[in-house]
């Protein structure tokens, strides 16, 4: 099936700064890129997604860009709080398939 | 309105036994799709329906099953339950199939002793 790979698997920031997490792909062929924040205890939330036909989305301090020809995405989150703190998960789905993959989780600690 | 509810939260199961997970998806999605989430696996997808059809499936052995009713409620089946099917257990809906903009429960979480 399709891989994944999602970096850092852990990213520790100060309350303001940004954070950047990255996936990388291999099927050129994906045309969804969903992001997911995932708090302890509960379920993954969508928190934004991306298709291939765009190159940037933005709501409010986070952002989704898409490199499809060096076949990545990225999270961005800017003016980062505590409440930011979570696993995020990249995703994907697309190229005939609509198994998602997921990738392995970043833990991101905002320290206030 | 409602979000997607699984039922139930905690479960505790020994090896050998079978057990059914509920999933009652948010009003007006027909897509329901099941996760199997552990720390070494990490998010795996199990199965998808739509329209009381599993429309993809994940690569999970038949002691995984499923399905769906008429008011898109679904249902997961794990039978001669195993210790490594210990895990949180994910159904996520979606307003079509494929099921992505997807939507997650809070997940039940299986105990296999």
């Known amino acids: 099936g399709e891989n994944v790979e999602q970096h850092p698997s852990t990213l520790s920031v100060q309350e303001g700064d940004s954070a950047v997490i990255k996936c990388t792909y291999s099927?050129?062929?994906?045309?969804?890129f969903p992001w997911y924040k995932q708090e302890l205890g509960k379920g993954p939330q969508l928190i934004i997604d991306?298709?291939?036909?765009?190159g940037e989305k933005k709501d409010q301090r986070i952002a989704v860009t898409l490199n499809k020809t060096a076949k990545h995405f990225s999270l961005h989150i800017t003016e980062t709080q505590p409440e930011d703190s979570a696993v995020y998960f990249c995703a994907l789905q697309g190229g005939g398939s609509y198994i998602p993959t997921f990738g392995r989780g970043t833990s991101l600690i905002v320290h206030p | 309105k409602a979000g997607v509810t699984q039922t139930p939260r905690y479960l505790i199961k020994t090896r050998g036994q079978q057990v059914t997970l509920s999933c009652s998806p948010i009003s007006g999605h027909r897509s329901v799709s099941w996760y199997q989430q552990t720390p070494g696996q990490g998010l795996q997808f199990l199965f998808e329906y739509f329209s009381e059809t599993q429309r993809n499936k994940g690569n999970f052995p038949g002691r995984f099953s499923g399905r769906q009713f008429s008011n898109s409620r679904s249902e997961m089946n794990v039978s001669t339950l195993e210790l490594g099917d210990s895990a949180l257990y994910l159904c996520?809906?979606?307003?079509?199939?494929?099921?992505?903009?997807?939507?997650f429960g809070q997940g039940t979480r299986l105990t296999v002793v």
């Open positions: 991306i298709r291939s036909n765009v």
């Open positions: 099927d050129s062929a994906s045309n969804y």
């Open positions: 996520a809906s979606s307003l079509v199939q494929g099921g992505t903009e997807a939507f």
